[in-house]
Each structure stands twice: as C-alpha cells, then as structure tokens.
C-alpha cells in the first residue's frame, strides 16, 4: 500500500507539534523556581486564562528563556493614547516592557502612567507606586480616557479594511462578468446563504433589500473575528461584552427605527385581550423590545466564545496539571488530543454564533416592519379577536 506524500507530511507536523508541546511541559516545572515568568502552577494557569481573555495594549506571542537566564518576551506593541491631566499623551505599550502589575512608571509629558491589567492609571505627584484601599480603588492616582489601539480595536480594524477589500473586489467584478473569480467565488456563495436563507424569509420579500447589507456585515464582522480567535495571535474580540454589547445596540437601534405603524400599535396597545391588562403588555412588550432583545443577543455571542476559549485553554493546561499523574508524554498527548478536537468544534461554533447572531436580528428586524394586511374579527365591543397567524407572531 502506497502511503502518499500528503500523509507523511501531516504525521512529520504532528510529530513536530507533540515534541514542541512535550518540550514546553518539561521545562514548565523544572526551571518554575528559577524564572518567575513562567506558568506553572494551578492558580497561574487559572490568572493566566482570565488574563487571556482580557484586552490588552500590545501582542504577547511567545516568551523563553535565553542562555544567560533573561526573560524574553516576543510581541509587538500598539500605540496608547490616553488624555489625563495634563491633555493628550501617546507612547508605545513597548515602554511597559510587557508590565501588567502596575510596577513600571512611563513618565511623559510631565504625568506618570503604569499598566494595572490592562488598565491605564495616572499617578497623582510625588506617587511613586500604585496603591489600592481595602475595596482595590487606586488611593493615588486616576484613570484617564483612554482612547488605545489595543488589541480587540487592532483586530477590529483589520477585519473591517479586508472586508472592505474583499467586497468592493466582488462588486468591481459584477460589473464587468456574472460568475466571480478568484476569491470572489469563495464569498458568493456565503453572500447568497446569508441573502436567501437568513434576509429575505425573515424580513420578507419586498424589504429584505434595504437590510441585507447589514446582515451580510454583521455575519462576517463575527465569523472571522471569531476565526482570529482560534489563532496564536490571542485575539478575543466578540469574547469582550463591549463589543457584542455594541453589535446588538445596532440591531436595536435599526429594528426600533425601522418599525411600522403596526408593529408598536401591537407594543403598546394590544389588539385582542381585555382593555384593562394592555397597559401591563405594553411595559412586558416594551421592556422585551428594549432590553431582553438585544441582552439576548449580546449575552449568547459573548457567552459562547469567552467559554470556548476557556475549555481549549484549560485543555491546554493538562499538560502541566496531571504531568505528575500521567507523565510528561502522556499529560501532553492528552492535551493535544483534547485541545485539537475542542479546536475542531470551535471552527463550527465560530461560524453557528455568527449565524445565529445575524437570523436573530433578521428575525427582530422581520417583527418590526410586517405588514398585516387581513382584515380582523371583531368581537361585540369592538376589540379585534386575534388569528393564529398574530398569536404565533404574538408568541415568537
């Protein structure tokens, strides 16, 4: 039997990624004691993962010790660019050299900053380390505005510029054939998807147009943010409640000004119950409108990813915690295994969170702007009776 070239590669990377890992866990626990850099106990990992998961002002890729015992820390860092005390002040997050304890002072333009977890302080004058009360409130110093390129914000922007490539490509090549080429051909049938099967059985066929560019932005704004996420750049930016909180507020506001004369005639006065018990819908209706819509939304996206990244993360972490129980070999192809399958299913959680996400808002958007041209029954004092057609709608 014919083993193909394909295969002996495959086995050769894996092979190569088993001893990478294997190499990292033996040095972990060896050298713990003589490099406080390192992770390696149970409640390092734990910060770690939760540190992992936060934004942060420049790129941490990888750190090692060097043959005269220095940590070195590989990376690349990202303008800050805060206005505190004395106005605007931008420097390079490379001035912390890679601090995140509040222990590095930069000093420019007369005011002092250090880096707290991610958290930009000012310390006030004649400070000289930063200092927190029994509730962890800085006692001497101040947090500016800050107005960064962290790293959700780097990731944000480079996805928004290649989108913008990418489908101003795919328009330009419409004009001139019908059947795209290139990687046009790979977008297509996505742009169709989101178009045929998300847009327009949810929101109609007369108006699915005006709210289909929306859709196809949002569903691949979150899938390939959410593939970035997957990659050793450690990017995590639908993981941040900021930013899914700031996708659902555009849902919202789109849905709520889209509305029709219909859709809050039914918010905030009911057809079809007793006249006493609207004004109690109308706030359950409004409040369901307003708050329990997009909390939905902004909830499930950032839920779903911030726990994957834990679960493969922790994953990870089993070549260190069970080294002892397992052995160095056996603790780091359990990690492995694990880790590449929850990788696995995380390429299909990243593209079902961006669909649900986008048929979740087609649908609010849908509800908000049908027309209800039947006619109603009404009953003896004149109140509409409700079909099954508005009580599903009702329902939903």
């Not at 409640?43 to 015992?69: P, Q, R």
């Not at 990870?316 to 002892?324: C, F, G, S, T």
Request: hydrophobic share 50%; with cysteine; glycine share 6%.
């Amino acid at each position: 039997m014919k083993i193909s070239i394909y295969s002996i590669k495959f086995f050769g990377l894996l092979l190569t990624c088993l001893l990478t890992i294997n190499v990292f866990a033996n040095q972990s626990n060896e050298q713990a004691q003589q490099d406080d850099g390192r992770v390696s106990t149970p409640s390092e990992i734990e910060e770690y993962i939760l540190h992992h998961l936060k934004d942060s002002h420049g790129f941490h890729l990888v750190s090692f010790t060097n043959d005269a015992g220095e940590r070195v820390h590989v990376g690349f860092p990202l303008p800050v660019i805060v206005y505190g005390n004395d106005g605007f002040t931008t420097f390079m997050s490379s001035e912390f050299h890679h601090d995140t304890e509040g222990e590095v002072i930069v000093e420019k333009n007369g005011s002092r900053f250090v880096n707290y977890h991610s958290k930009i302080y000012e310390l006030e004058e004649g400070a000289t380390e930063l200092v927190f009360d029994e509730a962890h409130h800085p006692v001497n110093a101040s947090k500016p505005l800050d107005l960064s390129i962290t790293k959700s914000v780097f990731g944000i922007l480079v996805v928004g510029l290649l989108m913008l490539w990418w489908f101003s490509s795919l328009a330009r090549q419409y004009k001139k054939r019908s059947i795209p080429k290139g990687f046009g051909r790979v977008l297509e049938p996505l742009v169709i998807y989101v178009r045929d099967e998300i847009a327009r059985p949810n929101i109609g066929e007369t108006k699915y147009r005006k709210f289909t560019g929306y859709l196809l932005t949002v569903f691949f704004f979150i899938w390939i943010l959410n593939l970035l996420g997957l990659t050793p750049l450690g990017f995590n930016v639908t993981g941040q409640i900021a930013v899914t909180a700031a996708l659902a507020v555009l849902t919202l506001i789109i849905y709520v000004f889209s509305g029709n004369k219909d859709f809050w005639g039914h918010i905030f006065w009911m057809p079809g119950v007793p006249i006493l018990i609207r004004p109690i819908l109308a706030v359950i209706e409004l409040v369901g409108t307003l708050i329990i819509k997009p909390f939905s939304l902004l909830v499930r996206l950032f839920a779903n990813i911030s726990a994957g990244h834990i679960i493969l993360m922790s994953l990870i972490a089993i070549m260190i915690n069970l080294k002892a129980d397992l052995t160095p070999v056996g603790s780091t192809a359990l990690s492995f295994v694990l880790s590449l399958f929850i990788s696995v299913i995380e390429l299909l959680v990243a593209f079902l969170q961006a669909y649900i996400f986008t048929m979740l808002s087609a649908l609010f958007i849908g509800m908000a702007v049908a027309e209800h041209d039947h006619e109603h029954e009404h009953d003896a004092h004149g109140n509409e009776v409700p079909d099954a057609e508005d009580i599903r709608e009702n329902f939903i």
